[in-house]
């Protein structure tokens, strides 16, 4: 059993504008580790401080009080080690697929012919082949947020965050991509943390949610979800009873 644990916080909470009348405890209090190859969700009523807690873990936004460590490591000293993906792809215009899933590459400094090989093997092995010199705005939605996921992969972090990534997709497209995000996260070994609305897709993405409790959030529950990669079809889960207690398990924890 490895002893390395890709993520860890401790004792961690974030209070926006402290001391005056305005201030808010987004959350307090957060303790947990991510474990080597896991998927770990994090749902939560509407303002309990999710997208909070994800700027903070992804070294966006310093804590108030308590640490991050990634490896180890204070995740503000960690760079390039945690890779994180947003609802919005945040793709830049002008520049074609290529050029935008080698960016991080380019901003470190590597040589064009080595991060044009990087990009072109992603892009070839996820299904854009053909699409390398394609500018964003005349791909779709879902091959949109691909190339976003192509480029936070092409830096090769050891842990992935995901924000919202498919809530602004449609439905087919969105459980499309779920699988395959599914698949390329246990292909390369990574762990990921996942922020989302939607208890469905942390059943079907999972190993694990985290349920936070109403602002302050605060961790109310940890529920280990035990579906194999096969019960994650997605075509095939949602008639899964075990897939149906834990929706209405996490339906109740919330408390909405
Ligand atoms: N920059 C800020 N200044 C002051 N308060 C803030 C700031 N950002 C967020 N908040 C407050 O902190 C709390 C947590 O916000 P956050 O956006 O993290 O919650 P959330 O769980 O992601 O919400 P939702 O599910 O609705 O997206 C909210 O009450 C919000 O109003």
Known sequence: MSDFTPLETKDLSVTFNPGSENEVVAFSDINFSLKPDEILAIVGPSGCGKSTLFNVIAGLQPATEGEVYVDGTRVLEARGQVGYMLQKDMLLPWRNVRDNVALGLEVKGMA?????????????????????????????????????????????????????????????????????????????????????????????????????????????????????????????????????????????????
């Open 112 to 256: 064009t012919a080595e991060r044009y090989e990087i990009a072109d093997r992603l892009i070839s092995s996820y299904g854009l082949k053909g699409f390398e010199t394609s500018k964003p705005g005349t791909l779709s939605g879902g091959m949109r947020q691909r190339v976003a996921f192509m480029r936070t992969l092409a830096l090769d972090p050891d842990v992935i965050l995901l924000d919202e990534p498919f809530s602004a997709l449609d439905f087919q497209t969105r459980t499309l991509l779920q699988s395959e995000v599914l698949d390329i996260i246990a292909k390369q070994r990574k762990s990921a943390i996942l922020v989302t609305h939607d208890i469905g897709e942390a059943v079907t993405m999972a190993d694990r949610v985290m349920v936070l409790s109403r602002r302050p959030g605060r961790i109310k529950h940890m529920i280990d979800i035990d579906l194999s990669r096969e019960e994650r079809d997605p075509v095939m889960l949602r008639s899964n009873t075990k897939y149906q207690e834990y929706f209405q398990l996490l339906w109740a924890e919330l408390d909405i």
